[in-house]
């Protein structure tokens, strides 16, 4: 069964760092496309970032390029998002999801707040 | 930027039939694969059509998914409808420089 268990979520002042993790059963990491996808409070779903199930092609959202960074960790079968430089309307809940097909983790909320 | 428009919300009675529209802004759903989201209070999302029609398993039959290239848009139709199925519902598809894109979402109230 695919399961999908985000953590690394939570308060962070504005300009700090931030990493997400999400660790995954049920497959490796290199089976399936991956992505981020966040969700402001009250907002709807915004895709964050994806990277390939061969990790050669890697796009992002274009309000996170230059701040975030998604990579995988064969060794840990985990995936990663790297977030530097938040600023408040990056506060939401962030899922991971594999992609075709299309499962979701349960989230990990981030609060970026002085 | 390709963007995907939904109504803010439907509303229908149990039993009954509704359908979600997702209108793409520029061509892409008509060479893109469409998948649907259902999304219900404090939970994450959860796949109910993916590859415009197809219902992965456990998704009961209830649920469909169609395109139409002519008007560049995708319909998400629920029918016999529950009062299990009220929930908010997303639209997702593919940008022209690989973005993954989402609609605004759906609110569907089953009263």
């Known amino acids: 069964e695919v399961q999908l268990v985000e953590s690394g979520g939570g308060l962070v002042k504005p300009g700090g760092s931030l990493r997400l993790s999400c660790a995954v059963s049920?497959?490796?990491?290199?089976?399936?496309?991956l992505n981020w996808v966040r969700q402001a409070p009250g907002k709807g779903l915004e895709w964050v970032a994806f990277?390939?199930?061969?990790?050669?092609?890697?796009f992002y959202e274009d309000s996170v390029k230059g701040r975030f960074t998604i990579s995988r960790d064969h060794a840990k079968n985990s995936l990663s998002l790297q977030m530097d430089s938040l600023r408040a309307e990056d506060t939401g809940v962030y899922y991971c999801?594999?992609?075709?097909?299309?499962?979701w983790g349960q989230g990990t909320l981030v609060t970026v707040s002085s | 930027n390709f963007i995907l428009t939904q109504p803010h919300s439907v509303s229908e009675s149990p039993g009954k039939t509704v359908t979600i529209s997702c209108t793409g802004s520029?061509?892409?759903?008509?060479?893109?694969?469409v998948q649907w989201y259902q999304q219900r209070p404090g939970s994450a999302p959860t796949t109910v059509i993916y590859?415009?029609?197809?219902?992965p398993s456990g998704v009961p039959d209830r649920f469909s998914g169609s395109i139409d290239r002519s008007s560049d848009s995708a319909s998400l139709t629920i029918s016999g409808l529950k009062t299990e199925d009220e929930a908010d519902y997303y639209c997702?598809?593919?940008?022209?420089?690989?973005?993954?894109?989402f609609g605004g979402g759906t609110k569907l109230t089953v009263l």
């Open positions: 999801a594999t992609e075709n097909p299309w499962n």
């Open positions: 049920g497959f490796s990491v290199n089976t399936y496309n």
């Open positions: 990277i390939s199930s061969s990790g050669l092609y890697i």
């Open positions: 520029s061509g892409s759903i008509a060479n893109n694969y």
């Open positions: 590859e415009d029609n197809q219902r």
């Open positions: 997702q598809s593919y940008g022209s420089s690989n973005q993954r894109v």
